[in-house]
């Protein structure tokens, strides 16, 4: 949904008088925000707890730690100021310095944990009696992560490098030590060898504003255009600088539509730049090129680097942070000597409020990486199987004669979809959970029209409540005291799509039990098994708040102010959502919720996608590094609008964001009810042609991302992935983000320009790559010039792979569930391939006890052996398939081949010559094994004669 679009309606003029007035205030209101504009949202030099810290000067932090001992299993300490900061700003920023009170000591806490992650907390001491406790953020890191602790049983002191004093030393890794630096205070990790890995407060940065009690005639509050923050509890910001070792580039913290190697924004000739924001916005028409913080936030950056491979950061904080990526000789005018021999990144990352609750991920590789991210904030849910299918999906489907008409085209035309979507003109008066009588007077008859033919439904609900005393959820909610309040104590009352609204505060369990209880069939009268929830506007929007969000000093469950939790607010509405359509079915069949918010763990609830794009080369190219950039930092299954929510398109636009959509791991195409009705069947005959070509193409290689759906759920690497991630020692992929690996087998590059006729690609080195049409194979290590069609965009399939498809085209995912698959196996120059294969029953969690079938397929020395790669069922009725194999081409294998022979059936087969795509007429042919008849299920050998 746009951020705030005025609608007039008919019905307008029917109103009273005083609606009317309102009506017109609400559009006056919402004016600014119709289109971007740069001075409707805050930039740094307005945001004083940014501007603060962007004055501190290298070597102006002067805490030093002491007390340092083992308390149940962690190294703890004391960090104590030595003497009054130095180096700070001038004027207005060194008075405030000046007036503050003496520093208290602050509680370090350094933790280790199962493999190589290294957890440390920074918070003011309890024993001081500050004037609240600070905000940490709960319900993120797993449960079961503090199981993986390693119980710290000493210490050893060193002193490294010619310190003029100790260091702290503990055991974190086979290969890696942490150390605390005592005198000036610096934490990091280091190799065995000595070298660093990652490192906080090496350039002394490093500031914690504590809470204080407010003196006589001091004002806190903050304004913003015309809005005023009373900041109860004033400064209390935290700001530090973190160094990644060995890096050539750091990846990471979205949400921001920029490149995906993070650009310097300090330092020599980088002028006026912009930190990073991660502060959760609802933005009409974002550019496509900037670090404005967009609709979610996640705190966790990566870096990598040839010679010393892959490390991350991550700090659990829900609060505004701006992070700076500094440029090379920023720190040159300091005067300070930094220790250092290696090259490195130096960052500043700073936030408004909270604690020091980071994570350091030591490697060595991308997918360590991944992994351990995964094991703090968890792993991507398995979605299920009609999610990673093609969604329709338009602001809005008018009615049930559009919904039954836009279904049956697809039929009409060939098309394939799983899914179609309706948005908030559904509703009655933008209600949520109710439905407008008259467009939909039969909405379990819809749902279950499309559920014949294996689709499904789903429906927008939002977290703005409609403030009407005739609506039964608002006045519950009132009721119960459940919403969000404001500086004063009151319900807060903002602005969203039904007028005058107010939020439940889902901060609190026992809010999200409610608001998930919303989602049964009892309560969601209409509803039926097969519809699915979309939760949009979740960052949260007020079209009247200050930056179209809700004001900071509104008040949470415990007495948490928003300006704490801001980033996480959205992701508490995303999880009770998830719980509601997991209770509503008894916990059978798994949930699916789309979220414009996040932040990280939201990959254990559902999909995500990059807000409101527009219609334009830019956004289809930057949706790119977007995704990858989600991937990143947990959230596997995203994808952006394709064809762009804003605006109208010329077909070629439509065709290309088609082409690369199919190739998303959350594949939908949407728009604004402004824009021109853009169903694939009208733009013409060809046009629809290649649009039907580009769906047939995700639809052919639903094994294959379900198969890595499975990976991200099981280890947290993600789906679609930077050429780096499987070729971390090719510099020449560390920073294109034009093309990417969707798994480790498959290359797609965009077509990002029209009336394009060549595209230059750059095929990563070590292997051959096949032409995923044409079955033609290019060279690794080459940039090529290759001509380009409007029938498809260029995507290669890596030597050495084997993938599975299904090329049988049905009207849903759900239709093709008994069609016999296909193996493409693309040898390398040792004639050797393997893959894998994974198949559960597409929508219950019964594959938690381990009801699948996990296949590795192996092919060397002439052979194709078919392998049990999971472990026994724990159940008594196992999944099983009695899908078949019906071909198998091999690309790479001498046309001399004849025959195979299938053991252990001793079934003599012949090899013939056949086409890569079924349905794409007259292509090259490559040695087939047609119709080998084995079963996906089975063990089996195949041997080429």
Not at 294 to 312: D, N, V
Not at 319 to 344: C, T
Not at 397 to 415: L, M, N, P, Q, T
Request: with cysteine.
């Amino acid at each position: 949904m746009a951020t705030a679009m005025a609608k007039t309606t008919t019905t307008t003029m029917r109103a009273s008088s005083l609606l009317l007035v309102i009506v017109l205030l609400l559009v006056l209101q919402l004016n600014s925000v119709l289109s971007w504009k740069k001075d409707e949202f805050r930039n740094c030099n307005q945001t004083p707890f940014c501007k603060r810290a962007r004055s501190r000067k290298p070597g102006s932090c002067s805490l030093v730690a002491t007390d340092v001992a083992i308390d149940d299993g962690d190294l703890i300490a004391k960090l104590v100021s030595k003497e009054a900061d130095k180096g700070h700003g001038e004027g207005e920023e060194q008075q405030q310095e000046e007036e503050k009170e003496p520093v208290k000591p602050l509680i370090f806490k350094l933790s280790v944990f199962q493999n190589g992650i290294l957890r440390v907390k920074i918070d003011e001491d309890p024993s001081l009696d500050p004037p609240k406790k600070r905000f940490e953020v709960p319900e993120v890191v797993l449960p079961e992560f503090e199981n993986k602790k390693l119980w710290l049983q000493r210490v050893s002191t060193e002193v490294i490098n010619g310190d003029s004093g100790p260091s702290s030393i503990v055991y974190l890794s086979d290969d890696h030590d942490a150390v605390l630096r005592h005198d000036p205070f610096e934490v990091y990790v280091r190799r065995k060898g000595g070298d660093r890995v990652v490192s906080m407060n090496s350039h002394g940065l490093f500031d914690f504003e504590q809470l204080r009690k407010k003196k006589e005639g001091e004002d806190w509050e903050e304004r913003f255009r015309s809005h005023t923050d009373t900041r109860p509890y004033g400064p209390q910001s935290i700001s530090f600088d973190v160094s990644f070792y060995g890096a050539g580039f750091v990846y990471g913290i979205p949400e921001h539509a920029t490149s995906l190697a993070l650009k310097p924004t300090r330092g020599p000739g980088i002028d006026h730049s912009e930190p990073y924001r991660l502060f959760n916005l609802d933005v009409f028409e974002y550019l496509h090129d900037s670090p404005f913080g967009l609709y979610g936030s996640i705190p966790f950056m990566i870096s990598h680097g040839k010679a010393h491979g892959t490390s991350g950061f991550f700090w659990l904080n829900a609060a505004e942070m701006q992070i700076d990526v500094m440029g090379s000789g920023w720190d040159a005018e300091s005067g300070i000597s930094l220790p250092s021999s290696q090259s490195r990144i130096d960052t500043f990352w700073m936030s408004e409020a909270g604690i020091v609750d980071a994570f350091f991920f030591v490697g060595p590789g991308p997918k360590d990486v991944m992994k351990q991210y995964a094991i703090v904030t968890g792993t991507s849910a398995l979605p299920q199987q009609f999610a990673t299918a093609y969604h329709q999906c338009r602001w809005n489907y008018r009615d049930e004669e559009d919904v039954a008409h836009v279904d049956s085209k697809f039929d009409e035309h060939d098309i394939p979809y799983d899914v179609l979507w309706l948005d908030i003109e559904h509703t009655d008066g933008k209600k949520y959970f109710t439905w407008d009588r008259v467009l939909f007077p039969n909405p379990e008859e819809m749902q279950n029209k499309l559920a014949a033919k294996g689709r499904r439904m789903v429906t927008i609900v939002d977290p703005h409540i409609k403030r009407d005393e005739s609506f039964h959820l608002h006045k519950e909610a009132t009721k119960k005291g459940y919403y969000v309040k404001d500086a004063t104590g009151n319900d807060f009352d903002g602005w969203c799509w039904p007028g005058s609204s107010s939020y439940p505060d889902t901060l609190n369990p026992e809010i999200r039990s409610w608001w998930a209880e919303k989602f049964s069939f009892q309560n969601y009268v209409g509803s039926t098994p097969s519809l699915y929830i979309w939760n949009d506007m979740n960052e949260p929007s007020v079209f009247n708040g200050p930056e179209v969000t809700m004001p900071r000093d509104a008040v949470h469950y415990g007495g948490v102010e928003h300006r704490e939790l801001h980033n996480a607010y959205g992701y508490y509405f995303h999880m009770a959502s998830a719980d509601g359509l997991l209770k509503r079915g008894d916990g059978k069949d798994r949930p699916f919720v789309l979220s414009r918010a996040f932040f990280p763990g939201s990959q254990r609830y559902g999909a995500i996608w990059t807000g409101d794009n527009s219609a334009d080369w830019d956004h289809l190219r930057v949706s790119v590094p977007m995704i990858l950039t989600l991937g990143l930092t947990g959230i596997s299954f995203s994808g952006a609008d394709v064809g762009g929510f804003f605006g109208n398109l010329e077909p070629e636009l439509l065709v290309r964001w088609y082409q690369l959509g199919a190739f998303y791991p959350f594949f939908r195409g949407h728009a604004h009810h402004d824009t021109k009705r853009r169903e694939p069947w009208l733009f013409g005959e060809r046009n629809t042609e290649l649009i039907r070509e580009a769906i047939h193409v995700r639809y052919m290689f639903l094994p294959y991302f379900y198969t890595l759906f499975r990976e991200a759920n099981t280890s947290g690497v993600p789906v679609m992935r930077p050429l780096w991630m499987e070729f971390p020692s090719d510099e020449a992929t560390f920073s294109n983000d034009e093309a990417f690996m969707v798994g480790n087998s498959i290359f797609v590059q965009g077509i990002y320009t029209e009336h394009a006729r060549h595209a230059s690609v750059y095929l990563p080195a070590g292997q051959s790559w096949y032409d995923l049409r044409t079955g033609v194979a290019y060279k690794g290590g080459v940039t090529h010039k290759l001509e380009v069609s409007e029938e498809s965009i260029p995507a290669f399939q890596k030597a050495g792979t084997i993938v599975p498809r299904k090329d049988r085209f049905r009207r849903s995912s759900t239709q093709m569930v008994k069609d016999p698959y296909t193996l493409v196996i693309a040898l390398n120059s040792s004639k050797a391939a393997e893959g894998e294969l994974y198949i559960d029953d597409g929508k219950s969690f019964e594959f938690e006890k381990g009801d699948y079938i996990h296949r590795r397929f192996l092919f060397s020395d002439g052979k194709l052996v078919s392998s049990n790669a999971s472990p026994p069922a724990s159940s008594n009725t196992p999944f099983s398939s009695d899908c078949f194999i019906e071909r198998i081409v091999l690309l790479g294998l001498s046309l001399g081949a004849k025959s195979a022979i299938i053991e252990p059936a001793n079934h003599r087969v012949d090899i013939e010559l056949g086409p890569l795509n079924l349905r794409r007429g007259q292509m090259p042919s490559f040695p087939t094994i047609r119709k080998p008849n084995v079963r996906i299920a089975d063990d089996w050998t195949i041997k080429i004669l």
